[in-house]
C-alpha cells in the first residue's frame, strides 16, 4: 500500500496510508502554515477534501487507497482474470508485430505479459532508482524550493551522488531533510 506524508510548512505533522494522514489532519491541532500531502511513492501533491464526518472522508478517497480487505467490492467484476487483475486496454501495433505476437505459444496476451516481465526485471534497479530520484525531486521542488542549495541539491541528486545531495541540505530543516534522503535512497532498501 502505497504511503503519504503532509507537511505543515516544513513540519511533518502526519506519515503513513492515506486513510490514517486524511484523519490525522482532520483531527489534529490546527495550524496556520499551508499543508502539503505528498506521495511517498512519487513526491507529487494530492488534494483531500477533509469537510464532512470520518465516514464521508474515507468514502472520498480514492478507491485503492482505501483498506479494501474489509469492504465488499462496490461493482460486479467484468470478465478476465479479476484474480490477477488483469486490464483490458487498447495496444497499436504494426502487423508485423501483430504477426509475431500471434505466433508466440499462448497468443498475444501471454507474449506481451513475458515481454513486459522480461524488461522489468532487467531493469529493475535502474527504474526504481529514476522513482526514487523523481520523487525525492518533486518533494524538494514543492516543499523545499525556497530553501538555501536548492538548486545545487537538484543537480547533487540528479548526478545520483547522494553523498552530497546530503552535505548540501544539511541544515534544511530537519523534517524536509530526512524525507529528501529517505525517499533519494529508498531504491537501495527494496
Known amino acids: 500500500m502505497d ?10 505533522i502526519a506519515a503513513g496510508p492515506l ?26 501533491p494530492i488534494d483531500l477534501d477533509l469537510r464532512g464526518s470520518d465516514r464521508e472522508i474515507l468514502a472520498r ?11 465488499p467490492p ?5 470478465r478476465g ?5 488483469v486490464v483490458a486496454r487498447e495496444v497499436t501495433l504494426l502487423p508485423q508485430h501483430w504477426e509475431w505476437l500471434s505466433a508466440q505459444p499462448g497468443g498475444a496476451s ?3 505479459r513475458k515481454l513486459v516481465h522480461d524488461a522489468r526485471r532487467a531493469s529493475g534497479d535502474k527504474d526504481r532508482a529514476r522513482e526514487a530520484r523523481d520523487a525525492a ?35 534544511w530543516p530537519a523534517d524536509i ?14
Open 110 to 112: 501471454v507474449a506481451l
Open 137 to 171: 525531486y518533486h518533494v524538494m521542488s514543492a516543499i523545499g524550493s525556497d530553501l538555501p542549495g536548492f538548486e545545487e541539491a537538484s543537480r547533487a541528486l540528479f548526478a545520483e551522488d547522494l553523498g552530497r545531495l546530503a552535505a548540501l541540505i544539511a541544515d
Open 177 to 190: 531533510r530526512d524525507h529528501v534522503v529517505a525517499l533519494a535512497h529508498r531504491h537501495r532498501a527494496d
Open 19 to 44: 486513510p490514517k494522514v486524511a484523519l490525522a489532519l482532520k483531527h489534529g491541532p490546527a495550524t496556520t502554515a499551508a499543508v502539503i500531502i505528498l506521495s511517498d511513492r512519487t513526491g507529487r
Open 3 to 12: 504511503t503519504y506524508t503532509a507537511f505543515a510548512g516544513h513540519t511533518r
Open 74 to 78: 462496490s461493482e460486479p467484476r467484468g
Open 81 to 85: 482474470r479479476p484474480k490477477l487483475g
Open 61 to 71: 478517497l480514492p478507491a485503492d487507497t482505501r483498506a479494501a480487505a474489509d469492504e
